[in-house]
């Protein structure tokens, strides 16, 4: 799976994909808003799943301490390419596995952001996930971990007079439909991390509506695009919502496990 995660993100343009368009901006402004508002001021962050590190380099550039790491050769070649260019430097750039971080101690970071890993990993590596993420995440501090919903992806994905219903059935029903993306329902994710010692802060629709009015909201003015934004924030924690958003966010707090 590892190279054909590779595979597709040497040939993808993982640096440009939160700014193509109106349309995937909405993920980049949504998260954005929850960091700014949830993150405590100069908090020691490890990105796990940088990607090209848009986040890491804009969490760097807030004052933030950040360690950014991807499985991905190729995306840490352009972070670090990035590092060379930005007056906001990253403390270390690597290139890691989410489900192995054991370079670093226990209750290291004051955050931690798993937004990638579990759109390619499966149950078991997700708990291994969790597991790492966990250990290295200090008590009361916040991990971030994004998926991608299933139901979403099955209706955006319904063809003209209906006629790929087999496929999409199938692809539901095995939550994926290339076995490289995986997908959750929001209500699986939320089972899953009820079993550690969490509490979930905020689960967001990060894209709400986005792609069932895509082609709308990517040709609107950006005073109309300005309204559908200030609408998108007022509506995306609304849990009647979390279904049709393609992209989830969920923010989690440690506690202290009881004895």
Not at 145 to 161: C, D, E, L, P, Q
Not at 205 to 223: P, R
Request: with cysteine; proline share 1%; glycine share 4%.
């Amino acid at each position: 799976m590892e190279n054909k995660i590779a595979e597709y993100y040497n040939g993808y343009d993982e640096e440009g994909r939160l700014s193509r368009d109106n349309s995937h901006n909405i993920e980049w402004i949504t998260t954005m808003h929850y960091f700014k508002n949830l993150i405590p001021s100069n908090s020691y962050i490890f990105d796990a799943c940088a990607g090209t590190g848009n986040y890491a380099f804009e969490l760097a550039s807030m004052k933030h301490t950040v360690v950014a790491s991807d499985i991905v050769h190729h995306n840490v070649d352009i972070m670090k390419e990035k590092q060379i260019q930005s007056s906001s430097k990253l403390q270390n750039i690597f290139q890691g596995d989410i489900c192995d971080v054991s370079k670093y101690k226990d209750e290291t970071f004051d955050v931690v952001l798993c937004m990638g890993a579990f759109y390619h990993i499966d149950a078991i590596s997700r708990e291994k996930a969790m597991n790492e993420c966990l250990r290295i995440l200090k008590n009361n501090g916040l991990l971030v971990i994004s998926y991608i919903n299933n139901m979403a992806v099955a209706t955006m994905r319904i063809g003209k007079h209906l006629e790929n219903m087999d496929e999409i059935i199938a692809g539901y029903e095995n939550k994926t439909f290339d076995r490289l993306f995986l997908h959750m329902n929001p209500d699986e994710i939320e089972s899953l991390v009820s079993t550690y010692n969490t509490k979930i802060v905020k689960h967001i629709a990060t894209d709400g509506l986005n792609y069932a009015y895509s082609s709308d909201i990517n040709s609107a003015s950006k005073e109309n695009f300005d309204k559908y934004i200030n609408f998108h924030l007022k509506t995306c924690e609304n849990k009647y919502l979390l279904g049709y958003s393609l992209h989830g966010l969920l923010i989690l707090q440690k506690y202290k496990c009881r004895n």
